[in-house]
Structures are given as structure tokens and as C-alpha cells.
């Protein structure tokens, strides 16, 4: 509603301005910028997991994403398989594009993600060694894609996903088995001699689930902080849904900003008006004006935390038509601030209006 009154404020303006520079001098009609967006309004930096064959190839994307965002994380191009597909070779390009592009923008890239148990390559998976075998090919990894960026990349999702869906203890994962558990302890520690300028985050989802998983984050993320492990941060993955109840979002983000008290990431906001699966469900004003309350509501819990907490909030993908969602649970859905059209949806409106 906001954004639609100044949008009406902006072309009022705008005829005004064409009126009086008609009569004085025609030569000098200058363009209104209506300087609306994500980017110019938030507190904190805002940005968005981005798919980098989109950023290269289409304008209506890049665009997009070059007049909201001043932060950017790889949705795919640094994870292990994607960079590091043979043992002895590492695919720069992607993540080097990347970089180059937020640099010219004036944004900040966040590293994703140095330690996952999926999207390992085969040469990883299949690797024969003994346990120093195996802790230099950790270490290395680590270290190569670090180094690479270290003075470029400001922030890491140094270890992702480490705890099962129930928050009852560790994920079960290549890294558990061959490096033991405190193979999290040791992916921080070799991030950091790495670049140690780098804020380091653990990054999971699920603390909006309930108490269980919420705390087992925060008791891990503690611990690491307790024992001296350079942590710096939290993400919450955030990939939720239309039908969660308020009080779940508040107190994933209000409790594990409070108890861990380190810099909070909203590192893969998205929510899904679907989560049912219905194959014909349509989106609606209703479930779009609902969406936008969640949003929202989320935004408004975040920007009242801590303001040296505050690390950033990541929407994962741009528009709702290169969302992950549709093609992963194969089903219509709608989860993004913005629509396939590259439009604004009341969503956006409903962020804007948090900063105003
Ligand atoms: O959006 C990503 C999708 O394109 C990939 O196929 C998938 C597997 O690598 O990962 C998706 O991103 C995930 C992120 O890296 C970690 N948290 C969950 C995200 C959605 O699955």
C-alpha cells in the first residue's frame, strides 16, 4: 500500500516537475528516480540467494536484483560439488562471476556453504584414506575456496545443516563419519586461519519448528562460542510457511538472538502459500495479502532485535518463478516478495512498510 502511495506521490511529482521545466526550459527535464526498494530503505543489509546462469543471462533478473539487493549469497555456485568437482580442480568461474558482479554493485556476498553433508562430489564420496587423508581433503577445501575470496567475501556459512530434523543430535553425514563430531569445531577453526577478518556462521534450519530444534541449534552454536571456536553467527534458514503461526517466527528469532548472542542471519527467508501440495491451488488476494502479513510480521521481528545483531535478511532466490520450492515438491507455489513477472507483490509492500 505504501510503496503504491508513493508511487502515485512520485508521478504527481513527476507531472509537476514536466509542467514547470515545459514552461521554463525544455532542456532541462530531469528523470524522476523513484528510489524505492529493499536496498535503499532496510537498516540492515538485505539481499537474496542468486542463481548465477540468471544474473549472466537474463536483464530482467539482474536488474531485479541489481535495484534491491546489497547482499548476495550463492544459491548453488560454492557448494562443494559445484566448485570442487575433481579432487585436484576447482571451478572458479560461477562463484568468481559473482563476486565481480556484487563488487560492481556495491554489495556484499556471503559466502554458502563451506561444509554440507549434500551436493558432495563423487571424488569426495568415493575417497579412500585414512583419517589424515581424510582431514586434509576437509581442511584443504576449506582453505582453497577461503583464501580464494578472503578481502572479497566478508561472511561464511562455514557448516550447514548439521543437526537432524528432530533436533535429537547430529545429522547423519560423510563429515560425521569420517571426521567425528567435532569435525563443526574444526571447519571453524580452519575457516578462521583462513581469513580471519571472516564472520562465521553455523547455518540450519528449523528454529521456527518449535522449542527441540531451535535449542539444539543454540546449545550447538553455544557450545562452539563457550569452547573458543571463532563463531560469529547464526543463520536461520527461515523456509517457512503461510499457515505458521506468528509466535513460531518471534521466538526463533527474538530466543536465538537472546541466547546466543551473536550476529543473526535471516540466511533463506521464503514462504510457501502451498505447503499442502494442492496441484491446482491458485494465488489469491487473500492468500497473497495473508503471505504478506507473515512477511511482514517476520521483517518487523528482526529489525527489533539487537542492532549490532542484526546481520542481514536473505530472501533464497529472487521471484517466485526461479523459487526452488515448485520444482522441488513439484507443486504450484507463490513463496517470494516477488512474482514471475519480476513485479513487486504485496509482500514487498509489506517489507517497505516495516522501514518507513
Ligand atoms: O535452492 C537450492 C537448490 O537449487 C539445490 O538443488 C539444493 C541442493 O543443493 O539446494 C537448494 O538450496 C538449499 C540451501 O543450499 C540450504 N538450505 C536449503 C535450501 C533449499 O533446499
Given at each position: 500500500m505504501t510503496t503504491a502511495i508513493q508511487l502515485l506521490i512520485g508521478l504527481i511529482m513527476l507531472t509537476a516537475c514536466t509542467k514547470s521545466n515545459l514552461t521554463d526550459n525544455e532542456n532541462t527535464l530531469e528523470p524522476v528516480v523513484l528510489d524505492t526498494s529493499l536496498r535503499n530503505l532496510s537498516p540492515f543489509p538485505f539481499g537474496a540467494a542468486v542463481n548465477v546462469g540468471l544474473l549472466k543471462n537474463n536483464n530482467n533478473y539482474r536488474q531485479l536484483v541489481v535495484r534491491e539487493f546489497n547482499s548476495l549469497t550463492p544459491e548453488n555456485a560454492m557448494k562443494t560439488r559445484f566448485i570442487h568437482p575433481q579432487q585436484d580442480t576447482y571451478a572458479w568461474a560461477d562463484a568468481d562471476y559473482l563476486v565481480d558482479f556484487a563488487d560492481e554493485h556495491n554489495m556484499r556476498v556471503h559466502g554458502?556453504?563451506?561444509?554440507?553433508?549434500?551436493?558432495?562430489?563423487d571424488w569426495i564420496i568415493n575417497f579412500q584414506g585414512d583419517s589424515i587423508a581424510w582431514e586434509q581433503l576437509f581442511r584443504s577445501h576449506i582453505q582453497t575456496v577461503v583464501s580464494r575470496y578472503k578481502g572479497r567475501i566478508?561472511?561464511?556459512?562455514?557448516?550447514?545443516?548439521?543437526?537432524n530434523n528432530e533436533g535429537t543430535g547430529m545429522r547423519p553425514s560423510l563429515w560425521l563419519t569420517k571426521l567425528g563430531p567435532d569435525y563443526i569445531a574444526r571447519a571453524f577453526q580452519y575457516a578462521h586461519d583462513a581469513d580471519p577478518d571472516a564472520l562465521l556462521f553455523y547455518n540450519d534450519y528449523?528454529?521456527?519448528?518449535?522449542p527441540t530444534k531451535r535449542n539444539a541449534i543454540i546449545n550447538l552454536v553455544k557450545g562452539l562460542k563457550d569452547a573458543g571456536v571463532p563463531i560469529h553467527g547464526v543463520g536461520m534458514q527461515m523456509h517457512t510457511r503461510v499457515n505458521r503461526e506468528d509466535q513460531f517466527h518471534a521466538s526463533a528469532i527474538t530466543n536465538t538472538a537472546t541466547e546466543t548472542g551473536l550476529l543473526i542471519h535471516i540466511a533463506e527467508l521464503d514462504i510457501a502459500v502451498n505447503p499442502d501440495n494442492n496441484p491446482d491451488l491458485v494465488f489469491t488476494e487473500t492468500l497473497a495479502a495473508q503471505q504478506a502479513q507473515k512477511y511482514g510480521h517476520i521483517v518487523e521481528t528482526f529489525t527489533g532485535i539487537n542492532t549490532n545483531q542484526r546481520f542481514g535478511i536473505t530472501t533464497w532466490n529472487v521471484t517466485d518463478g526461479d523459487s526452488w520450492i515448485p520444482g522441488t515438491y513439484n507443486r504450484p507455489d507463490w513463496?517470494?516478495?516477488?512474482?514471475?513477472?519480476y513485479q513487486r507483490k504485496p509482500a514487498y509492500d509489506s517489507i517497505i512498510a516495516v522501514f518507513e
Open positions: 554458502h556453504t563451506l561444509v554440507w553433508y549434500k551436493n558432495l562430489p566478508g561472511s561464511w556459512d562455514v557448516v550447514n545443516e548439521a543437526l528449523g528454529n521456527e519448528y518449535g513463496p517470494l516478495p516477488f512474482d514471475a513477472s
